[in-house]
């Protein structure tokens, strides 16, 4: 075949067949710095995108951070809630009523005898004189009582459990049944259901928070996820374009798997800052109300241990929601 | 380099795109793919680059054989080719650099070796002045020259073209079958599919041609095929 001569002899520039790749070193090395050169590209590429389209970025971000804000949120409120009333259930008292009418040295004798167990302290010890002399200085009975013939009040002996091991629910019940048993006791009241029924509350909060954060969670893979969606779609013909090149599909997955890396990280850190920026707005009315009642109670914001979990959380939702819907999506793009 | 051998293709729901067709474009050589449009230039072209798939008969490419060849070894093969296509298929949110430099980032080259190759091919076409410009702002036989650029950037021995001359002038034409024929005096395998006869005869390089889903000539094979056995 005649092949008329070409202009400029340039052609020399242009090699021996075998495309040489990257200098000596194994396999394994050369691979190893592929990867090191190659997800830093992707990392840097994908933000660069998003920092190319900065509305609609910032946009996402700020759904995500609020997804994550509110569940963390609430977590804070829980969390002051119990520091708040941490200190209340030590406070689980026993109060063992004798019976109404006994005479005091009897009373003072069965004191002894709940003083003299093992499984209680006792707080205060009320005899029936005192409880009367109390009743009439703040009720102003007088002369109701003057017209009873004797004292209808019981001698009261308060006990705290002792130990720790006596202050569940059960060994609470126990004592109390020991202690309606001994003669000569009438009643012994917990005066702790109230306290109960506010952990049962909280208990139930931080359920109902738990399934808060579930379902936001959720929200945030398919918020994720179909921005991730929609970004394949836009990208369908560069993505037909390098498959044709020879792209591998982990090199056309990687830059839309750190997408959805970087949204759910910088969702996550807005989320934190949102969360910060309320209790600083709280933290005044907060401490104002707690010296109302005179505590020393302080709002506080996440622990370091929580913060690091908030963000791990943003960017594993972001890493898992870009994964699904690239799984999804990617497949079924294909040059044709 | 690439053989054909009792192949057919069948697309889903047609008639056979491609029927019968045997032949072999030896290493090192250069030939154009003539036909009608339909007469299967395309599908051919996309049975070599795992568009698509053959339905029956063997394909070797590189002695590689496609019909055996699992999925997720085609980007691999298809690094071992660079094609041409008709409409560029530029991506035009980067400049004319990023995209010649696309095959090297797949292949994982290092920013130096990247960048110094990249500026070579686009020394080759002419187009090292424009390497910042995005294509847009380029003309339809530069951004051709371009998409050749990157066809070539990562060294293929074999070159696939699809109508690369498509929509440009004679002039135009000429010149970019001229750049093919450079990189073919290199050693490069090259296969053109063009309908353009007047192009295909003045540079009177082999001709491989297709009528109807059949070969019709193959210059390797001695010319007209079809005598029916």
């Given at each position: 075949m005649a092949r008329r001569p070409e202009r400029g002899a340039r052609g020399r520039e242009q090699p021996p067949r075998r495309p040489r790749r990257r200098g000596g070193g194994g396999r394994a090395g050369a691979r190893l710095l592929a990867w090191l050169q190659e997800h830093p590209r992707a990392a840097l590429g994908s933000l660069g995108r998003m920092w190319r389209n900065p509305a609609a970025s910032l946009l996402t971000v700020a759904v995500i951070a609020v997804a994550l804000a509110l569940p963390g949120a609430l977590w804070m409120l829980l969390k002051n809630a119990e520091r708040a009333t941490g200190g209340w259930d030590t406070g689980a008292r026993v109060s063992v009523y004798l019976e109404p009418g006994l005479d005091p040295a009897r009373a003072a004798t069965i004191g002894d005898r709940i003083a003299a167990r093992d499984d209680v302290t006792v707080v205060e010890r009320i005899s029936a004189e005192q409880a009367l002399e109390e009743f009439r200085a703040l009720a102003g009975f007088d002369e109701a009582l003057e017209a009873l013939e004797r004292n209808p009040l019981p001698a009261v002996v308060v006990v705290e459990p002792a130990g720790v091991g006596g202050r569940s629910p059960a060994a609470l019940g126990r004592l109390t049944g020991e202690l309606e048993a001994i003669e000569g006791v009438d009643r012994a009241q917990l005066d702790l259901e109230w306290v109960e029924r506010l952990y049962a509350l909280l208990g139930l909060i931080e359920r109902g928070v738990t399934v808060i954060a579930l379902l936001l969670a959720a929200g945030v893979l398919l918020i994720i996820g179909n921005t991730i969606r929609l970004d394949i779609l836009n990208r369908r013909e560069e993505i037909e374009v390098t498959k044709l090149i020879g792209a591998s599909d982990a090199f056309i997955r990687r830059p839309f798997l750190y997408t959805g890396l970087w949204y759910g990280l910088l969702g996550a850190a807005l989320a934190w800052l949102l969360l910060a920026a309320g209790r600083a707005l709280l933290a005044g009315p907060a401490a104002r109300l707690a010296a109302a009642y005179g505590s020393g109670f302080r709002l506080h914001g996440l622990a370091a241990d929580e913060s690091g979990l908030l963000i791990l959380a943003g960017a594993g939702l972001g890493l898992v929601g870009s994964w699904l819907a690239v799984g999804r999506h990617l497949r079924a793009i294909e040059p044709g | 380099m690439i053989r054909?051998?009792?192949?057919?293709?069948?697309?889903?729901?047609?008639?056979?795109?491609?029927?019968?067709?045997?032949?072999?474009?030896?290493?090192?050589?250069?030939?154009?793919?003539?036909?009608?449009?339909?007469?299967?230039?395309?599908?051919?072209?996309?049975?070599?680059?795992l568009i698509e798939r053959v339905t029956r008969g063997t394909l070797l490419v590189h002695n590689v054989n496609l019909g055996t060849l699992p999925t997720r070894r085609?980007?691999?093969?298809?690094?071992?080719?660079?094609?041409?296509?008709?409409?560029?298929?530029?991506?035009?949110?980067?400049?004319?650099?990023?995209?010649?430099a696309l095959p090297l980032v797949i292949a994982g080259y290092r920013s130096g070796e990247l960048r110094r190759r990249t500026r070579a091919a686009l020394d080759k076409v002419g187009l090292l002045d424009k390497e910042r410009q995005m294509p847009i702002t380029l003309s339809g036989g530069e951004q051709q020259r371009v998409g050749i650029a990157r066809a070539v950037v990562h060294r293929p021995p074999l070159l696939l073209a699809d109508e690369p001359t498509g929509n440009l002038d004679p002039a135009l034409s000429r010149e970019i079958m001229e750049l093919f024929v450079q990189f073919n005096r290199v050693g490069v395998t090259v296969l053109v599919a063009t309908h353009d006869i007047a192009l295909t005869e003045a540079f009177g390089l082999p001709v491989l041609s297709l009528a109807g889903g059949r070969l019709a000539r193959d210059d390797f094979a001695g010319g007209p095929v079809g005598a029916p056995a």
């Amino acid at each position: 075949m005649a092949r008329r001569p070409e202009r400029g002899a340039r052609g020399r520039e242009q090699p021996p067949r075998r495309p040489r790749r990257r200098g000596g070193g194994g396999r394994a090395g050369a691979r190893l710095l592929a990867w090191l050169q190659e997800h830093p590209r992707a990392a840097l590429g994908s933000l660069g995108r998003m920092w190319r389209n900065p509305a609609a970025s910032l946009l996402t971000v700020a759904v995500i951070a609020v997804a994550l804000a509110l569940p963390g949120a609430l977590w804070m409120l829980l969390k002051n809630a119990e520091r708040a009333t941490g200190g209340w259930d030590t406070g689980a008292r026993v109060s063992v009523y004798l019976e109404p009418g006994l005479d005091p040295a009897r009373a003072a004798t069965i004191g002894d005898r709940i003083a003299a167990r093992d499984d209680v302290t006792v707080v205060e010890r009320i005899s029936a004189e005192q409880a009367l002399e109390e009743f009439r200085a703040l009720a102003g009975f007088d002369e109701a009582l003057e017209a009873l013939e004797r004292n209808p009040l019981p001698a009261v002996v308060v006990v705290e459990p002792a130990g720790v091991g006596g202050r569940s629910p059960a060994a609470l019940g126990r004592l109390t049944g020991e202690l309606e048993a001994i003669e000569g006791v009438d009643r012994a009241q917990l005066d702790l259901e109230w306290v109960e029924r506010l952990y049962a509350l909280l208990g139930l909060i931080e359920r109902g928070v738990t399934v808060i954060a579930l379902l936001l969670a959720a929200g945030v893979l398919l918020i994720i996820g179909n921005t991730i969606r929609l970004d394949i779609l836009n990208r369908r013909e560069e993505i037909e374009v390098t498959k044709l090149i020879g792209a591998s599909d982990a090199f056309i997955r990687r830059p839309f798997l750190y997408t959805g890396l970087w949204y759910g990280l910088l969702g996550a850190a807005l989320a934190w800052l949102l969360l910060a920026a309320g209790r600083a707005l709280l933290a005044g009315p907060a401490a104002r109300l707690a010296a109302a009642y005179g505590s020393g109670f302080r709002l506080h914001g996440l622990a370091a241990d929580e913060s690091g979990l908030l963000i791990l959380a943003g960017a594993g939702l972001g890493l898992v929601g870009s994964w699904l819907a690239v799984g999804r999506h990617l497949r079924a793009i294909e040059p044709g | 380099m690439i053989r054909f051998d009792h192949v057919n293709k069948r697309y889903p729901g047609r008639l056979e795109a491609l029927t019968d067709v045997s032949l072999d474009l030896p290493q090192g050589e250069m030939a154009f793919l003539t036909g009608h449009s339909g007469a299967g230039k395309s599908t051919l072209l996309k049975l070599i680059a795992l568009i698509e798939r053959v339905t029956r008969g063997t394909l070797l490419v590189h002695n590689v054989n496609l019909g055996t060849l699992p999925t997720r070894r085609v980007p691999w093969l298809r690094r071992q080719m660079g094609i041409v296509f008709q409409n560029h298929h530029l991506l035009y949110d980067r400049t004319v650099f990023d995209n010649v430099a696309l095959p090297l980032v797949i292949a994982g080259y290092r920013s130096g070796e990247l960048r110094r190759r990249t500026r070579a091919a686009l020394d080759k076409v002419g187009l090292l002045d424009k390497e910042r410009q995005m294509p847009i702002t380029l003309s339809g036989g530069e951004q051709q020259r371009v998409g050749i650029a990157r066809a070539v950037v990562h060294r293929p021995p074999l070159l696939l073209a699809d109508e690369p001359t498509g929509n440009l002038d004679p002039a135009l034409s000429r010149e970019i079958m001229e750049l093919f024929v450079q990189f073919n005096r290199v050693g490069v395998t090259v296969l053109v599919a063009t309908h353009d006869i007047a192009l295909t005869e003045a540079f009177g390089l082999p001709v491989l041609s297709l009528a109807g889903g059949r070969l019709a000539r193959d210059d390797f094979a001695g010319g007209p095929v079809g005598a029916p056995a």
